[in-house]
């Protein structure tokens, strides 16, 4: 059999979607043909979610319907808080905790079993996802920082609801419209690492609890949605030495060591989400006094794209973003999650409309023709 090899499956078109174009030339994301710059800052996450999902920007009445159903699956069912605690005790990582907790979400579900195929059920199922994702990660904080947890709020959007939920304190708006954006940027992103993982379970009529959980596992991972804290602690580590961004940068280059937030499999250019973000980092740092994560930041981009014409990625201003907004470091990856979920999900309606069971090949470059010797002779 003639088998064409693709490391890293580069190139290779899984099948068709309407949902996010990615020009890696051009360095142009649209979601359902919308571009990327137009919907940050102005369409709000449960806005953007309900185009991927149902295909139009939802009028005031269904947008107010949609949110309403979000927000009455934001509390934790059983076992989840008592669950959450005894991760906490474990010290498992938040990504771990996240992965866990998300999977035992089929126990309150009596129909987990049902979804896949059955569109009602797969919508049933992603409402209830995407909605108690932030309350999951909230609620896993508070506990681990020894804090009590802090029950949603019906009167908040998505983004700033979680904000209320991980410090206790109603977000200012700016910093809540920030994370809103964030969220949208982060939504899709074409058959990504995380998304193929899902769409791959997914065509085995797995469920959608089951689909996501994999999805979750594959953006844990420091390639992908990982990326982003270790950025924040890159630049850390700048400010704790003696030297120079670039002089830092060109340390750990000769060590070998890869700069997270740069590069990208399919943009060829500057990533058009880190466009949107610089600018919105720029001005939170300028706005809280503390501008030298952003400053950093560009120096870092500016000496990367002379000496090594390399441009920064999605990851890259997320970080020092979240960081001037209190945000722990080793969440930012779960808030990743918090945006993508809704994402992983809408590819998930798509593969169970038409699905058939994804199955690639193997290149076999080992031996042919041995025999078995008895084991009494081996």
């Given at each position: 059999?003639?088998?064409?090899?693709?490391?890293?499956?580069?190139?290779?078109?899984?099948?068709?979607?309407?949902?996010?174009?990615?020009?890696?030339?051009?360095?142009?994301?649209?979601?359902?043909?919308?571009?990327?710059?137009?919907?940050?800052?102005?369409?709000?996450?449960?806005?953007?979610?309900?185009?991927?999902?149902?295909?139009?920007?939802?009028?005031?009445?269904?947008?107010?319907?949609?949110?309403?159903?979000?927000?009455?699956?934001?509390?934790?069912?059983?076992?989840?808080?008592?669950?959450?605690?005894?991760?906490?005790?474990?010290?498992?990582?938040?990504?771990?905790?996240?992965?866990?907790?998300?999977?035992?979400?089929?126990?309150?579900?009596?129909?987990?079993?049902?979804?896949?195929?059955?569109?009602?059920?797969?919508?049933?199922?992603?409402?209830?996802?995407?909605?108690?994702?932030?309350?999951?990660?909230?609620?896993?904080?508070?506990?681990?920082?020894?804090?009590?947890?802090?029950?949603?709020?019906?009167?908040?959007?998505?983004?700033?609801?979680?904000?209320?939920?991980?410090?206790?304190?109603?977000?200012?708006?700016?910093?809540?419209?920030?994370?809103?954006?964030?969220?949208?940027?982060?939504?899709?992103?074409?058959?990504?690492a995380s998304t193929f993982s899902g769409k791959v379970n997914a065509s085995t009529l797995a469920t959608v609890y089951s689909s996501v959980t994999g999805s979750l596992s594959a953006l844990s991972g420091p390639l992908h949605g990982g990326a982003n804290a270790d950025v924040m602690r890159m630049l850390q580590a700048v400010d704790e030495s003696e030297k120079s961004p670039t002089e830092w940068v060109d340390d750990a280059i000769a060590r070998g060591d890869r700069i997270p937030g740069f590069g990208h499999r399919v943009y060829q250019v500057k990533d058009p989400r880190a466009v949107v973000l610089q600018e919105r980092s720029k001005a939170l740092a300028e706005a809280a006094g503390e501008t030298k994560w952003y400053e950093y930041s560009t120096e870092?981009?500016?000496?990367?794209?002379?000496?090594?014409?390399?441009?920064?990625?999605?990851?890259?201003?997320?970080?020092?973003?979240?960081?001037?907004?209190?945000?722990?470091?080793?969440?930012?990856?779960?808030?990743?999650?918090?945006?993508?979920?809704?994402?992983?999900?809408?590819?998930?309606?798509?593969?169970?409309?038409?699905?058939?069971?994804?199955?690639?090949?193997?290149?076999?470059?080992?031996?042919?023709?041995?025999?078995?010797?008895?084991?009494?002779?081996?």
């Amino acid at each position: 059999m003639t088998t064409e090899y693709n490391p890293g499956l580069d190139g290779i078109v899984l099948g068709p979607t309407a949902l996010s174009g990615v020009d890696g030339e051009a360095g142009v994301l649209t979601y359902r043909g919308y571009p990327i710059e137009e919907l940050a800052g102005s369409v709000s996450y449960e806005e953007t979610v309900y185009l991927l999902w149902y295909g139009e920007l939802p009028t005031a009445a269904e947008l107010d319907r949609f949110s309403q159903q979000l927000v009455a699956n934001r509390a934790l069912p059983e076992p989840l808080p008592t669950l959450l605690a005894a991760l906490v005790e474990s010290n498992d990582e938040p990504m771990d905790a996240v992965r866990t907790a998300v999977s035992a979400l089929t126990a309150s579900d009596p129909h987990a079993g049902d979804a896949a195929g059955n569109r009602e059920n797969t919508e049933t199922a992603a409402i209830r996802l995407t909605a108690v994702l932030p309350t999951i990660i909230a609620t896993y904080v508070r506990l681990r920082d020894g804090n009590e947890p802090v029950d949603p709020r019906d009167d908040l959007g998505h983004a700033a609801n979680f904000l209320y939920m991980l410090t206790g304190e109603e977000p200012d708006p700016v910093v809540a419209d920030t994370l809103d954006m964030a969220l949208v940027l982060h939504l899709d992103h074409g058959i990504n690492a995380s998304t193929f993982s899902g769409k791959v379970n997914a065509s085995t009529l797995a469920t959608v609890y089951s689909s996501v959980t994999g999805s979750l596992s594959a953006l844990s991972g420091p390639l992908h949605g990982g990326a982003n804290a270790d950025v924040m602690r890159m630049l850390q580590a700048v400010d704790e030495s003696e030297k120079s961004p670039t002089e830092w940068v060109d340390d750990a280059i000769a060590r070998g060591d890869r700069i997270p937030g740069f590069g990208h499999r399919v943009y060829q250019v500057k990533d058009p989400r880190a466009v949107v973000l610089q600018e919105r980092s720029k001005a939170l740092a300028e706005a809280a006094g503390e501008t030298k994560w952003y400053e950093y930041s560009t120096e870092i981009e500016a000496y990367l794209a002379d000496e090594k014409g390399i441009k920064p990625n999605v990851d890259f201003y997320s970080s020092s973003m979240y960081y001037v907004m209190d945000i722990p470091i080793d969440i930012y990856t779960p808030i990743f999650a918090i945006s993508r979920m809704a994402g992983w999900l809408a590819h998930l309606f798509e593969q169970y409309e038409d699905n058939r069971l994804i199955r690639p090949l193997g290149d076999y470059v080992g031996e042919h023709g041995k025999t078995v010797t008895p084991l009494d002779e081996r």
